[in-house]
């Protein structure tokens, strides 16, 4: 049984899940103080999990269908230029391509009818900001040829996702969930971006351009992601100003020495990718890291672990300020 579930965490991806769990999570903090429908809310985290995890099926599909492949010395399936346990679980005949599209399509479906049942008991809004948001999931594998993915990450996570769950909650669009959305977008977007660092090297050799990429090398790379984290803790200061919360939103602040061991994690792995740093004390909620390590993605995976662990905290005092001192 555990080896079923942990199969299944990893073909989707369920470790980045929390990006929509906590992006939801702070818009349905906000949409309570606005007294909007609990249930309703709670029924709309279930349909947006259920198309992020569709989404990331989807990816992996687009991914091992377009990825050059070659045989190794023990005339084992590999895919060229990507991250090691990159669909580890097609190579090695556990699904097949067939089976892993159709579970994607039924987790799209399932995440259409909550959006239908929205549409019937709210309005036709719902159904926007679903098929806004679905059609930007749906892209987003080709989008990584135009430079747009962090875009549609900061679309989705951003006013999409805000938007829809304070409509469906309150039965009204509010325009203040774009000012409250922008600090966990940005928080999302950073996620991504430490991803696409980290496969800096990986994404030019597929032509794949990204926002990382597109600076001349790794640590210029670097420094604008330090610059897209002081631009998210200035961000959280304009809910105050709009007089949304009180100033104690400051307290996402505390975070901030988790945004530095991010960046320190990183300029080690620009100097040598293999290198696993030791674990600081705080750095929790790394799950399957032993097996992780073993196949050979520790390097990677512990800084996708950092970066989504600091979402977790920060969206976490966020969604929590939110609710304690709207103002």
């Known amino acids: 049984m555990i080896k079923k579930i942990q199969f299944w965490l990893t073909v989707t991806r369920s470790y980045a899940l929390p990006m929509s769990i906590l992006s939801w999570f702070v818009a349905f903090c906000y949409s309570i103080t606005q007294n909007g429908n609990t249930i309703y809310g709670i029924i709309s985290l279930l349909g947006i999990s259920l198309a992020h995890l569709g989404a990331n099926m989807f990816d992996d599909y687009v991914d091992f269908k377009i990825l050059p492949k ?12 990507a991250q090691e346990g990159k669909c580890n679980y097609i190579l090695n005949s556990s699904m097949t391509t067939t089976q892993l599209l159709i579970i994607s399509i039924i987790f799209f479906g399932l995440a259409s009818l909550i959006g239908i049942y929205f549409t019937i008991k709210v309005g036709v809004g719902a159904i926007i900001f679903m098929c806004l948001g679905g059609f ?20 989705i996570y951003g006013p999409y996702i805000f938007g829809g769950v304070n409509y469906v909650m309150t039965g009204h669009y509010d325009w203040q969930t774009i000012i409250v959305s922008i600090p966990s977008a940005l928080m999302t977007v950073n996620m991504l971006y430490t991803d696409t660092l980290l496969d800096y090297d990986l994404d030019k050799k597929q032509n794949k351009k990204t926002l990382a990429n597109y600076f001349s090398d790794k640590w210029d ?11 998210t803790y200035i961000s959280v200061l304009l ?3 709009f007089d949304i919360v009180d100033w104690e939103i400051i307290l996402t602040y505390v975070t901030i020495p988790l945004a530095i061991n991010l960046l320190d994690s990183l300029k080690i792995f620009i100097i040598d990718k ?11 909620f790394m799950e399957n890291w032993d097996e ?25 005092i966020f969604g929590v300020v939110l609710l304690l001192y709207s103002s």
Do not use: T
């Open 239 to 241: 809910s105050a100003i």
């Open 292 to 316: 992780i390590v073993e196949e050979g993605s520790g390097a990677f995976m512990l800084r996708m672990y950092q970066a989504r662990n600091l979402m977790v905290c920060f969206s976490l």
């Open 274 to 284: 293999k290198a696993i740093p030791d674990r600081k004390f705080f750095e929790y």
């Open 136 to 155: 930007l999931a749906i892209l987003y594998p080709l989008l990584g040829r135009y430079r747009l993915c962090e875009l549609a990450i900061g679309l």
């Open 221 to 231: 790379s670097l420094d604008f992601q330090k610059k897209l984290l002081s631009v």
């Open 70 to 81: 070659r045989y190794d010395e023990y005339n084992n399936l590999r895919l060229e230029n």
